[in-house]
């Protein structure tokens, strides 16, 4: 019997209620900005809606999900009861508190600064403070995780981590490490500003700050969808994992390497020297290496789901897949949607291209086709998934649960792709409007309204998510047999001491931290006079 | 599971595949790595190679950005140097001009908050960060105009501020630089 | 299950290889991009090695001066800009603008609102006001009728009456303000690089020392605008104002004018 139920229940239903709100939002902007309506009379509403459009679905909506689902994973992989259950709860009373006294200035419009914060530009303190709280709330989470490691380690001495808990500590500590980025800029820069205890603040390094935290974020956003990939795909269509210690080692990669690489993120800025925009594009090439792993892991553990099933043949074993099973649909249209925005990543890795793309529309496409496509359709993966475990009641609407993740990623691929196109046609981000009439740029028009078609589909898949849970948590009591996870292929003989614990790998990604961050925030802390005046946001007279 | 085999030939053949994927992997990022670096070499796409501070607050009170010296100047070298600010919501010089086959560096800077700079059709493309100076090099081949929108969100006008660029024959700049010492094609 | 070497020890090929390779790519992309990428940067003149280091590690490096400077031929303004400037003005010092204000009421009422085509004071910001005086008394700004008023203003002075006018009420524009705002008020023309007025002059946002500009004349502010356009008038920081009414049609600067005075 496990005692977390209400727990995960109370973080998805806020992390899923949030993402409704949220959803409609974007597609409003989507279309206020197209060619279907007119000017918006007055432009800070479409800012406001970026700015709680963007803190939701980037702050709010995949922190809950990874900590619910690392509490249920807590419990299930390790097979006892979480420790520090009260704790949970304080963390996520922070994570509500937290987005309730960020919301509200947002919505006041005395906060539309984006949720990539932008000094100098400063909105109300609640904001940010509020997003602080999320940030505490959630790192209350990485101490649960790690605790209840290693009270098992000590419990069960000689014994390997189960992998789903060692992947799911390393997506932790990952997130408790990169959030320190934001963390130093919201706490030391930022809100002294916006409480008026000092009047300039030094832009070039708050950016620098931020990027710590930019690049690896998206990491732990995608942690619970490769997770899922390797603990929850293979045993749901009747597979096994291919191998359990390629999988310790892509999680390991990600801790080591998904963080230092933020200043991708600044290759245009002028306040960082050109030798670090180097060395961390190198490292960005890098941590394509383990997704690139992964991919082969999933494809070989989907595999073998098909040739257990009687497929043969080279590729004959893909017609022989549980398709009408909603975690294969969901697996197949997340991996299509991968290849596309990582290809898309790719491509912004290096300065030479990225210099063509950089705040074009192309970035929003990209990252609205990984995270937004990729990872977020694994996210109604997990939940379809572990539903029942949760609610106690059957979830049978498959049907529904397929026409949503089709119209998720149909919906994804009209919204992003024409959205990439206008992005290379130089469609500069983050306006309210766009001038479609003058000839120099008609061309992106069509493109546009497109979009605004996939937004729509979205829209639709998202309502169609939520009745699906809803109908979860009304439809007939049932007792489903133990959560399981997959199981490896050969289980692990003799692990690795080294794949088993954190203590190495922490080490390198600190160290790592040091050599790609230490100099630049160092020296822009000593050189004297770059700190420029703040210019509030959201004042009216 | 019946027909699941775990023998060694079967798991050694999938171990090989294993790691000939991992080695292709790690083979086409290295590539990558090294087609990136290279085309920053053979074409130039370098990111500045020096940080340089400037006091968005006297801007406009003294220094290479005050208003009489935006603008393009020809340079004895014969090279050209466009000198540029980004602010609350224009650029100035509003529309920049400058001559075909000269190398031409930009200097810009923002004086008040952050604003994106983006030439159209070109890898010109720059963050205006407050308190620093963005430089690029760059080369045009053909006559033109082009749009030069900011793209980086500057507050509530952000959607109203679009600057141009002219591209003009090096002769006819040569011409007009006789004239004047910094040219721009605002009317 | 779990095998028991110790793990920080050069004798653990996961630590070895681990520490090793990142090392090495760390090594070997410092070469790269701190030594050899900036020496062959087209453009740049570096004084050896280590210059060339020290510049792509972001030490910074601002560059000589190179060609002179070209100066304006005419005066610029000399106000350095904060935003937070001149806020929380005490009573003594409105006191003290009232009374330097006697003298203004001429022109620009008793209460600051005017009765002729001279700008309405009441409840400008005070940065605006500021600056316009600082601007006039330098001569940045040309007035033949504020300049000899102004002269004799000190620094104190004009902060004193930028805090008393900005005390005052404004005036009250007839409700609905003027109908509809224009297009060029309410969102500028974007590819002309005009932002929506509202975005500084504070409807939507204010910018410090761009005025408020309901219930000003509406001779007044095309006067402004005209003059902007031609350079005329040219006190405007980094030209943003010119940049603007230089890309303004004449029925578009009417339209403006007479939109924020409030007549319809």
Redesign the interface.
Known sequence: MWNSRRLVLAHLWFAFASFGTALPLGEWQMFIRSPLHP?I????WY?RS?TAHGTTMAYVFPTLVAMGFGYFVTEHALRRPMVGLRWAWLGFALVVVGTIAAIVPVALGRA?V?YTF?P??IGHPSYYIGVVLVVVGSWVWVALMSINMYRWKRDNP???VPFPMFATVAGSYLWAWTAVGAALELLFQIIPVALGWR?TI???LA?VFFSWTLHAIVYFWLMPAYIAYYTIVPRAIGG?L??DT?GRIAFILFL?VAMPIGIHH??????????????H???T??V??PT??TV??IC?SVE?AGR?RGGKGVLGWLKALPWRNPVMLGVALSFVMLGFGGAGG?IN?????N??V???QWITGHFHLIFGGAIVIMYFVIAYDIWPHLTGRTLDSFGLMRAQLWTWFIGMIVLTFPWHWVGIL?M????????YA?P??AAQAASVTMSVGGGAILVLSGVLFLVVLVRGQTAPQTEPAAYRFSVA??P??????????F???L??MV??TI?NYG??IA??LA?P????????????? | MSHLSTSDEGADRGERTERRWATAAVMILALMVVVATFAALYHGAMPQSRVETADPRTLHLGGEFIESNLGSALEPDGSVTVRAIGQQYSFTPSCILVPTDTPVTFRATSADVVHGFLIDGTNINLMLVPGYVSSLGARFDAPGERLMPCHEFCSVGHEGMWGRIQIIDKAAFARMAADQRRLSCVE | MVTRETIASFRNPWFTASVGITAAIAIVSAIVGFVWLPLQHPGERFKGVWDAICSAAGLVRNAASGTQIVRAHYLTTSVEIDPQMLRGASAESIGRGATLALRCTMCHGARGLSQADTPNLAGEYPVTIYKELVDFKTGARVSAVMAPLVADLSDADMRDLAAYYAYLPRVSVPEPAAGEPPRIVASGAPLRGIAPCGACHGEVDSKASAAWLEGQPAVYLRTQLEAFSTGARHNDIGAQMRNIARQMTATEISAASEFYAGRP
Do not use: C
């Open positions: 000017w009379s007055d432009p800070e800012y970026v539309s984006l932008y100098p530009l000689g014994a390997p009047s030094d832009a070039g950016r096994r291919f191998s390629m080591i600044a290759f245009e800025d002028p306040q960082v020297g050109s030798g670090f925009k180097y060395l594009s190198v490292f090439a890098l394509t290496l690139s792993l082969f892991t070989a073998i257990l790719l890795m290096s300065y030479p291209l210099a063509t950089h705040n074009t130089g500069p981000r983050r306006m309210a409007f766009y001038d003058d120099a740029i292929v050969r692990p003989r003799a692990l690795p001491a080294a794949l088993n614990g203590g190495l790998w080490g390198l160290a790592l050599v100099f630049p020296h822009s050189t006079g770059t700190a420029v005046p703040v210019v509030e946001v959201g004042e009216r007279w």
